[in-house]
């Protein structure tokens, strides 16, 4: 199916076709001597104005496609501009919106580490503040200590050891068990052996004592001797266990005398040992 431009070429070509058959058709008629008048000239004419005619509307047509072309051309090109500039726009969106999320990162971050900071620094002050607090309530706690007296450490008397308990610290001391006992060791043992446990329940106020007395037996010359030999030393040794009435935290004295011949002192030749005189560290109730 022939379009409307194979038409109009057509139609062109038809006429060029009569136009060259009238002017063949005229020069044979010259050649036989017929006159130009003779010649029918309307005939020639209307072919020339249909060519004529043929022509212009394919050159109209040529002009109008042109037209159209460029028209087509110009918005394509209009659109492909708006297309770059869109892109362009995305493109500088995009960036913008990166340095924002950047700019917003880093003030996450400052923010982060600034809250990092004063948690660090609140976290120093509060355990300074607990250390401070609990030296003030160490240095008010109750503090045990325990010495010994001996009496009648005579040949032929009955000798005694007391253990006096004495608080030397600021707030009373509960006193929950104490112990005594005396024993022959070559060297005295880590945990020496104890033949009574005592409950008690004493409350012990500052600067107040507590006293638990044994007796020791009757002297003895050969016993004494037998302690000059220094095969083996005799020990007195006690131990107190007690609350901080305002804590409630537990702590423990350990004390320990020895009999030393030969020793010249008001304490019957006794003095204090080189081991077992000492104290807990800070225990919390549920330990």
């Keep these: 199916m022939l379009n409307k431009d194979d038409r109009q070429a057509k139609s062109i070509l038809a006429a060029l076709h009569d136009l060259t058959s009238a002017l063949r058709s005229s020069n044979d008629q010259r050649e036989r001597g017929v006159s130009a008048q003779q010649i029918s000239n309307p005939e ?14 394919l050159i109209y047509q040529s002009k109008t496609q042109v037209e159209e072309t460029k028209t087509f051309q110009r918005q394509s ?15 500088v969106a995009a960036g ?23 948690v660090a620094a609140a976290e120093v002050a509060n355990n300074l503040a607990g250390r ?24 032929g008397r009955n ?13 009373p001391a509960k006193i929950t068990r104490v112990q005594l006992d005396t024993n022959q060791y ?4 880590d945990n020496p052996r104890y033949r009574r446990d005592i409950k008690n329940s004493t409350l012990i106020l500052p600067s107040g004592s507590l006293t638990n007395t044994q007796p020791l ?23 107190v266990d007690y609350k901080d009435v305002l804590t409630k935290s537990v702590h423990w004295t350990h004390g320990c005398w020895q009999y030393v011949p030969g020793a010249q002192n008001t304490a019957s030749r006794f003095v204090k040992c080189s081991t077992y005189n000492d104290v807990d560290e800070e225990k919390s109730p549920n330990e």
């Design 77 to 91: 090109l209009r659109v492909q501009w708006l297309r770059f500039l869109a892109a362009g726009a995305a493109f």
């Design 217 to 239: 037996g009757v002297i003895t010359q050969p016993k004494l001797d037998d302690l000059g030999l220094r095969r083996h030393t005799f020990f007195i040794y006690a131990s």
């Design 159 to 171: 000798a005694s050891a007391t253990a006096i308990l004495t608080n030397g610290g600021r707030r």
């Design 132 to 155: 401070t607090l609990q030296s003030v309530i160490d240095a008010e706690r109750p503090w045990v200590g325990i010495t010994f007296r001996i009496q009648d450490w005579t040949v």
């Design 44 to 57: 020639v004419l209307s072919f020339l104005g249909g060519v004529k005619d043929s022509l212009d509307a």
């Design 186 to 189: 070559v060297v005295f043992p």
């Design 96 to 118: 913008i919106y990166a340095n924002i999320a950047r700019l917003q990162q880093k003030t996450m971050d400052a923010t982060l580490g600034q809250i990092q900071k004063q």
